[in-house]
């Protein structure tokens, strides 16, 4: 089950039934099904937030995923800052639409195991989230 929420901001327009339906299939391609996977849109200071008590580091991002997969099954919980999507939609000239679902199948990828710590990663999970976009139809 994929469930949307959200902690200190709106909920931003997404069709979740469609978004739902991507979702499942990126994972599929990876050999993967969906099980829960919660997304909570928040502020940029909520995010900073989880990142300062759960993971220790003291700046703002985009995404923070938490996994809790099993096999061949993922489960998670996927924090999204809509602040630095908006301004990076905006960064880069692209829709906000278009930018909060990078966003989101970045966070599937990394359920799926895909890192992007790295140049290397980090042009791998580019390269996946662009095949993925390409997908949305």
């Not at 008590?53 to 999204?80: K, M, R």
């Amino acid at each position: 089950m994929i469930k949307y929420g959200t902690d200190d901001v709106a909920m931003p327009t997404l069709d979740e039934r469609k978004t739902g339906r991507w979702i499942r299939a990126v994972a599929a391609e990876y050999g993967f099904t969906v099980g829960n996977i919660n997304y909570i849109f928040c502020s940029d200071e909520r995010e900073l937030a989880v990142n300062r008590e759960f993971l220790g580091h003291d700046y703002y991002t985009d995404v923070i995923t938490f996994d809790y997969s099993t096999a061949s099954t993922l489960n998670g919980d996927i924090f999204i800052s809509l602040d630095t999507v908006r301004s990076n939609a905006e960064m880069v000239g692209v829709p906000f639409e278009q930018e909060l679902r990078r966003i989101i199948i970045h966070g599937v990828l990394h359920l799926t195991g895909q890192g992007d710590k790295t140049p290397e990663t980090k042009a791998e999970m580019t390269a996946k989230e662009e095949k993925a976009l390409a997908k949305w139809k």
